[in-house]
């Protein structure tokens, strides 16, 4: 069992893929654990990105780190939004894209059908944090509105599901998509069934 979830900043990703992780006894894995760990020369994660080196990491590194997590079983993997659907490292990108696909169900977190609600849930979760406290808030809420708009679009080409969390419980979004995972794999093994009685 393979599943990824990822989501733009914010969104709960790291709370969910925890809880969903303990809840189905699997390992959990974060990217950003492993970005933090791979960018301890540039200072960390944190400072990787705002120095903007992080962009030559997931170019040179990015894809192979990924590769690897997907080498494994039985985990949930914690995949930052920012790796999927960047658009300064695209064709790193787009291979963790392909390799996430083909390894595993995605799960895609967004706070809202509603673009504004969805943009609001976000700003505001982002101002909460601390390295975004000194951050203008009109400088950060068109940040958080320039970064929301690639999901929606990307996270239908390449999610099995989108789960809304807002409004929602941890608990609430983690019973939500262990019964989404179980109605695809139904699916997934009626179609199987179907296949080999076709071929017998």
């Given at each position: 069992m393979r599943?990824?979830?990822t989501g733009p900043r914010s969104v709960g990703k790291s709370t969910i893929s925890k809880l969903l992780?303990?809840?189905l006894k699997l390992k959990y894995i974060s990217s950003d654990e492993i970005g933090e760990k791979h960018t301890q020369k540039y200072g960390?994660?944190?400072e990787a990105i705002?120095?903007?080196?992080?962009k030559g990491m997931i170019k040179k590194d990015g894809y192979s780190l990924i590769k690897e997590v997907y080498k494994k079983d039985n985990f949930v993997f914690d995949l930052a939004g920012g790796v999927v659907s960047s658009q300064k490292s695209k064709e790193a990108s787009e291979k963790i894209r392909k390799v996430a696909i083909k390894n595993s169900i995605i799960i895609g977190l967004l706070?809202?059908?509603n673009e504004k609600e969805s943009i609001q849930f976000?700003?505001?979760r982002e101002r909460e944090?601390?390295?975004?406290k000194s951050i203008d808030k009109i400088e950060l809420f068109e940040k958080v509105e320039k970064d929301y708009k690639k999901y929606p679009l990307l996270f239908n080409k390449i999610c099995k599901e989108i789960i809304y969390v807002k409004d929602k419980t941890p608990i609430e979004i983690v019973k939500e998509i262990i019964k989404k995972y179980n109605t695809f794999m139904k699916r997934k093994n009626k179609k199987k069934d179907k296949d080999?009685?076709?071929q017998s």
């Open positions: 599943i990824t979830i992780a303990k809840k960390g994660l944190s705002k120095s903007g080196k992080i706070p809202s059908k976000l700003f505001e944090r601390k390295h975004f080999k009685k076709k």
